[in-house]
Each structure stands twice: as C-alpha cells, then as structure tokens.
C-alpha cells in the first residue's frame, strides 16, 4: 500500500510524503526548512528516515528548502536530467541522480510524466508498489491524452487544480502573469482538470487530491465544487465511491492512502 501525505501545497511551496511500509520518499521541498521538519516530526520521521528527494522542477516553490536539506543530511536526490547540474550548483548534494526513465527507490517502482511548464524540465511522477498506483502532476499547462493515460492505472492522484479561470482573469495579477498562467505551459485551471477528471473518473480512481492551489484566484469550495460537479455527472457519490481533498498551502496532516 502506497499512502500519500501532502504537507505543503501551491505557489509558496510545495512538499509531498510518498511511503510505503519501506520506503519513505519526499516529492519536491519548496517550503520553508524549518516547518518541513516540523511536519515530518509530527508525523514521526526524522531526515535520516527519507530514503530519497525527487523534484518534479527547478523553480523556488519546488526545491527551495532543498539547500538546507542537504546541508544537514546527505539524502540521495532525484532531479530531471536537464536540471541536475542546475540543482547541484544551488545544493550541497553530493548523491544526485539524473531522471531519464523509469527509475526504482526501494519498493516504490517509478515512471515519468513530461508536464507542459515554462520550467527547463517539469516531471509528474507516478508511484507503484505492485498493487497501488499514486500519481503527482502538478505544473502543467495543457491536458493530452498521454496525462489520461499516465493517470488511468492510479487508485489516487494528486492533481494541480491551479485557478478559477473568472478570478484568474478578474483578479489583481498583472497581464503578462496571468498570461503566463492561461498558457498551455502554465498551470491547469479547475475547469481544465475537470475536464481531466472526466476522462478518468469512471476508472479505478479513488482519492482525488486537488493541489497547487493559487491563494489569489482559488479557493478550496470553488476547486473541490468543480471537480464535484464531474463526480455527479458520472453518478460517482463522493465520499463513498472517490474522495476528493483539497491540498492546504500550511497544514495538511492528513495521509490519504
Ligand atoms: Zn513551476
Ligand atoms: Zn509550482
């Protein structure tokens, strides 16, 4: 069993704890050091528990407590193969691992998905120990039927579900940001993962975790609304048949396996 415990979520940072019963593995280290190890204590691990750190990209919201990290602790890295020299310049990593395929961390067999990100590579991840399959996707642009297809095999995804495109287009953001945002290599909108979770829903999901939130032109009632809505049009009772949990940007402290 694979059980999935986002502690950071959205555009301050962002932090995923992927275990199983051997193999404990952090997805991304973007938010603050010291509130990370705050979280992994709660949840009784210490930085010599984590076998491994695997970024999905190089910007700050994705690696930027990863300095400290390994300042303190000589954790193996995995980072996509065009930022890994990127990542070592910036890190005291002296075990760092290029992604370029399907790699293996202790029980946790992983393939790789390429998002469609303004970033010099960005990675979704998909976990299996043999039995479950747990996907991560978050910063990306477009939805493609290769994303439907890396999603269909999971019991549980954590899936970007970045703006509400009528607060995105009426909020504060200056122009070129929220074109940056609405472009096919921004981030996926409510309605655009709504339109993912169509395609998918009547498959072998059970857990859908929204993620990556934006504070300014989201909120967690109108992400979870959305993806609401798809459930009801496949007669999917919610709760019962797929959960749906929307990722905090602070506090999580719930483990959805
Ligand atoms: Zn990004
Ligand atoms: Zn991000």
């Known amino acids: ?40 204590t709660y949840l009784g691990l210490t930085q010599k528990d984590i076998d491994a750190i695997i970024i999905t990209h190089e910007h700050t919201d994705h690696i930027g407590a990863l300095p400290m990290w390994t300042k303190g602790c000589p954790t193996a890295v995995y980072s996509p193969k065009n930022i890994s020299d990127y990542i070592c310049q910036r890190t005291y990593c002296s075990d760092i691992t290029e992604v370029d395929g399907d790699f293996v961390i202790g029980d946790l067999a992983i393939q790789t998905y390429t998002c469609f990100h303004d970033a010099q590579e960005c990675l979704g991840y998909r976990f299996s120990d043999g039995h479950t399959n747990v996907a991560c996707v978050t910063d990306t642009g477009t ?17 970007e579900s970045n703006h509400d495109l009528n607060m995105l287009k009426n909020g504060p953001y200056r122009y070129s940001l929220k074109q940056r945002i609405l472009s096919d290599y921004g981030h996926l909108s409510n309605e655009q993962t709504a339109e993912l979770l169509d395609k998918i829903v009547d498959g072998k999901l059970k857990n859908i975790i929204l993620a990556h939130l934006s504070e300014q032109n ?15 049009k496949h007669g999917i009772t919610e709760g019962k048949d797929v959960n749906i949990y929307v990722a905090d940007q602070y506090k999580n402290r719930r483990t959805v396996c």
């Open 143 to 159: 939805v493609e039927d290769k994303l439907i297809e890396f999603l269909l095999p999971c019991q549980t995804i954590l899936i």
């Open 218 to 232: 989201n909120s967690k009632e109108i992400a979870f609304s959305t993806a609401l809505k798809v459930l009801n």
């Open 1 to 40: 069993m694979i059980k999935i415990t986002p502690l950071f979520s959205g555009s301050k940072g962002n932090c995923t704890l992927i275990q199983t019963d051997k193999t404990n593995v952090l997805l991304d280290i973007g938010f603050a050091f010291k509130q990370t190890m705050s979280e992994l």
